[in-house]
Structure formats: structure tokens, C-alpha cells
């Protein structure tokens, strides 16, 4: 797989566009500018990859917005070592910004044949997350719980409960929540009890889809 110097070029123009629109955290601004976006998107739409767009990948889903990949990522404050689960792997893209910033990643995607092409993939271009599931991710991971950091790449209708019981104290769960429009919303757990709850405005993904089993 190339990365060439028009590559490179591209993507650090798409930095400075999401830094210009309002993303602060350097190490995921860093990120952004080091990951070759376009590896994780079919060939023949590779002049897509680098704008700030999301894009349609195979079964149905899409790759999500960089703008929003960099938005999230900075709502989770995210440390090297922090256990992060993210619910909705889709092409990886956003799993590999998780990888770079030195997090240990458990990822579930529920459609199987994106499953297994970027388990693969991920593999083959160098990011190992510590675990990836084929499964249902309203469920979230409880044998690998509790987690630093919850991140759902997938539009919620409501907010499962078990992702938030699998938070530890202190711990974030970032989630956009609603039907056809989604607000980005930050879960912090102050307590075994107790969650403080912010919203940071509209965003749109794909559906979080409930299992049918
Ligand atoms: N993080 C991805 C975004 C992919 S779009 C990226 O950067 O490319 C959202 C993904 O969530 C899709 O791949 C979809 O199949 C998956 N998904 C939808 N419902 C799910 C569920 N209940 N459990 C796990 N994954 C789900």
C-alpha cells in the first residue's frame, strides 16, 4: 500500500481543516496527520480520503467524517494506557486514531463481513487493538470491563445501560444520541451511581442497529 508525498500533502491540509474547525488536542490533530485514511477506504474513491467528509464503505456503512472522528476522540481525553471500548468498528479508522494515541482498545462491529476484513486490515498495516468482537455492541463487553472510555461511532437511539455500567469511576462514555439527527453526548461517572451529563450539539452517523437474535 502507497503513501506517497501527494498523500502526505493532502492530509496535512485536512489537519490544518479540522484544526480550523475548532479541534485543540494536538496528539489527535497528530494522529489525523500520521494515519493514511485513504488505506481504509476502497482504491478507485482514494480522492475522497482526504476530504472532511464521511464516505460510504462496504456493507452498507460508512467511514466516519474526520471532523467528527477528531471530535470525539478529544471529548474522550484519552491517555496512553486508558482501556477503550468503541462500539462500531466499521472500517477501523477511527480504532487505528484510538491505537495511536497509546490506548488499548477492545472494538465490536456487528455486521460480520466488516468484522473480519478489518481485523484483518488493522493487522496487516500495523494496529493491534487488544481485542476485536463480532457482536452486539448494546450489550458492550462485560468480561472485558470496567473501561476508561466508551466511544459509540453509531447513532443511539438511547443511551444502553450496560455501557455505562461498564464505566469505571471517572471514567467517559461519548455517545450521539437520537433517531435521525444525533446530539454528541459526554456521560462522566462521578460516582458508582452517579453520571454528569453534556451535550455538544448535532452530528448525524448511521444507525446503531439492535440485534434481531
Ligand atoms: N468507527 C467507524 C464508523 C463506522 S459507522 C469508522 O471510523 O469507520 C458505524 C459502525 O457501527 C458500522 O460499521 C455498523 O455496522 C456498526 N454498528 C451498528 N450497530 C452496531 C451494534 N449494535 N453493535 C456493534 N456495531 C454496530
Not at 433517531?179 to 462521578?190: A, S
Request: aromatic share 12%.
Amino acid at each position: 500500500m502507497k503513501d506517497n508525498y501527494r498523500h502526505q500533502g493532502k492530509r496535512k491540509q485536512l489537519v490544518e481543516t479540522v484544526r480550523a474547525k475548532g479541534i485543540k488536542d494536538e496528539k489527535v490533530l497528530t494522529a489525523i496527520g500520521k494515519i493514511p485514511r485513504h488505506w481504509f477506504m476502497d482504491s478507485s474513491f482514494e480522492d475522497h480520503a482526504y476530504q472532511d467528509k464521511a464516505f460510504p464503505i462496504a456493507a452498507d456503512q460508512t467511514i466516519s467524517q474526520p471532523y467528527t472522528v477528531a471530535f470525539q476522540t478529544e471529548l474522550l481525553a484519552v491517555e496512553k494506557g486508558d482501556h477503550i471500548l468503541e462500539i462500531g468498528t466499521g472500517s477501523g479508522y477511527q480504532t487505528a486514531v484510538l491505537c495511536e494515541l497509546g490506548a488499548k482498545v477492545f472494538s465490536i462491529e456487528r455486521q460480520q463481513e466488516l468484522y473480519k476484513k478489518t481485523k484483518l486490515f488493522l493487522s496487516k498495516i500495523g494496529y493491534r487493538p487488544k481485542y476485536m468482537a463480532f457482536g452486539d455492541g448494546y450489550k458492550g463487553l462485560p468480561d472485558y470491563a470496567p473501561f476508561d472510555k466508551v466511544i459509540v461511532t453509531a447513532g443511539a437511539p438511547f443511551v444502553p445501560k450496560p455501557l455505562l455500567a461498564q464505566l469505571k469511576v471517572g471514567g467517559k462514555l461519548v455517545i450521539p444520541v437520537g433517531e435521525n439527527v444525533q446530539v454528541m453526548t459526554l456521560y462522566t461517572r462521578t460516582s458508582a451511581k452517579s453520571f454528569e451529563k453534556k451535550e455538544f450539539g448535532e452530528f448525524r452517523f448511521v444507525p446503531l442497529l439492535e440485534d434481531k437474535n
